[in-house]
């Protein structure tokens, strides 16, 4: 079974400039959560996915927004970049269906460095 | 607020020597508490998940144990290969909280 995929793997931005990054998620699983990882924050959680619709979100600003597909692929979109926003995004799939009791997996995470 | 802390934040093992890892936890109310392992570059791998109070699971060298207030991730004989950071995460029982992750405790095995 394939695991979580995530593109690109490394970025490169500057201030300014606004960024998608792509998440495809395990076949089968319909639920795609992202986070930010930072060395100071650690993992915070940004917002979860399923069935295309946002069912959750985390405290960051509007600049964060996500959607997801038909096919569960999930997209996150970060606008008017700020050099904060450098970290590594992870996304993490799951069922779904456990309330946030099942496993996530997670991808290899993207890399966004902002100059 | 619910807040998850891992100590230490660092530890440095000979090859051999075991030790623990510390997670404490204040959250309303627990719905599960997950250990993941991360490697330099990677994505946080799933180790265990535990429930309530007095639950114990292992997996090779590795058994994670929960009370009340705080889990414990103990390596027995560890190996080189053991060495990534270990980041423990729990669900809140309130409303439709998301994963809550401590900072991790970094694990170096020497030979």
């Known amino acids: 079974k394939a695991g979580v995929t995530q593109t690109p793997r490394y970025l490169i931005k500057t201030r300014g400039q606004q960024v998608t990054l792509s998440c495809s998620p395990i076949s089968g699983h319909r639920s795609v959560s992202w986070y930010q990882q930072t060395p100071g924050q650690g993992l915070q959680f940004l917002f979860e996915?399923?069935?295309?619709?946002?069912?959750n979100k985390g405290n960051f600003p509007g600049r964060f927004s996500g959607r997801q597909f038909s096919n569960s692929r999930s997209e996150m979109n970060v606008s008017t970049l700020e050099l904060g926003d450098s970290a590594l995004y992870l996304c993490?799939?799951?069922?779904?269906?456990?309330?946030?009791?099942?496993?996530?997996?997670f991808g290899p995470g993207t890399r966004l460095t902002v100059l | 607020e619910d807040q998850v802390t891992q100590s230490p934040e660092a530890l440095r093992l000979q090859e051999g020597e075991s030790s623990s890892l510390n997670c404490s936890y204040t959250?309303?109310?627990?719905?599960?508490l997950f250990w993941y392992r991360q490697d330099p570059g990677k994505g946080p791998e799933f180790l265990f998940t535990l429930y309530s109070a007095g639950e114990e699971k292992e997996k090779e060298r590795l058994k994670a144990t929960l009370t009340k207030k705080e889990s414990f991730l103990h390596i027995t004989a560890p190996k080189p290969e053991d060495s990534a950071t270990y980041l423990c995460a729990v669900l809140p029982f309130s409303g439709n909280t998301p994963l809550v992750f401590g900072k991790g405790t970094r694990l170096s095995v020497i030979a």
């Open positions: 993490a799939s799951s069922t779904g269906l456990a309330g946030g009791l099942d496993t996530q997996y």
């Open positions: 959250v309303s109310g627990l719905r599960g």
């Open positions: 996915y399923f069935s295309e619709t946002q069912r």
